[in-house]
């Protein structure tokens, strides 16, 4: 870790009210920061689902991401959680509406003391009174941390290893993919493609950041 690394670290420690961008003393986003998380982009995968990203993965979004997920900051669940909120007006069918999380590796979410999408699921609903969260998928075991592998490598990663809980089924309403990042959107299909077997068709999958190649803004 180098110094600016370390300093970031400490500004983590001791400043739980700060932005969730860059650690100004200002909650949950400083205005500059506020100013650069987004526009919006809908990056396209062949053969779905639709998806609606909160913005591209860079800036203040990508490091607030990074601080929530790889550094221990839960509280960010609820900034990130609220702009996941504002993009439901943009993808919202007949309530309720079913929020799924992507599934974690169970050894990631461990390590991070807990599911982070599933979380930041938490935090939307907690402002959206028609929300609702249906954690109706899970990775079987032996599925490898998806960095570093190319979009064929990631399906087959996830080929038949994504796995329904039909006690945990979203019913009549709307239903949402969430994830944190889409990057080649193995993930997204993979999942998409569970639950339309089990009976529950996605209608989009929402995620915060756009890591695609190709996202278009809109
Ligand atoms: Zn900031």
Do not use: F
Not at 73 to 86: E, I, K, S
Not at 191 to 197: E, I, R, T, V
Not at 207 to 216: E, F, I, N, S, Y
Request: charged share 20%; net charge positive; glycine share 12%.
């Amino acid at each position: 870790m180098g110094v600016r690394g370390i300093g970031a670290a400490l500004i983590d420690l001791v400043l739980p009210g700060d932005c969730a961008g860059c650690g100004a003393p200002e909650h949950p986003w400083c205005p500059r920061c506020r100013a650069e998380v987004g526009p919006p982009t809908r990056p396209h995968l062949p053969g779905g689902p639709d998806v609606l990203a909160v913005g591209r993965y860079t800036g203040p979004l990508r490091s607030a991401l990074l601080r929530y997920k790889e550094r221990g900051r839960r509280d960010l669940a609820a900034p990130l959680g609220a702009v996941l909120a504002a993009a439901l007006d943009d993808a919202v069918g007949p309530a309720p509406v079913w929020l799924v999380p992507a599934p974690s590796r169970p050894a990631a979410a461990r390590a991070r003391g807990g599911d982070h999408v599933a979380r930041l699921c938490r935090a939307v609903a907690a402002r959206r009174p028609e929300v609702r969260i249906a954690r109706a998928l899970r990775l079987a075991r032996h599925v490898r941390d998806s960095v570093g592998l190319d979009a064929e490598q990631r399906a087959a990663n996830l080929a038949g290893r994504v796995r329904v809980r039909l006690t945990a089924m979203p019913s009549r309403g709307t239903v949402l993919l969430v994830d944190d990042v889409v990057t080649t959107g193995a993930t997204l299909q993979t999942c998409a493609a569970a639950l339309a077997g089990a009976g529950a068709e996605v209608q989009a999958a929402i995620v915060l950041c756009d890591a695609t190649g190709a996202g278009r803004r809109t």
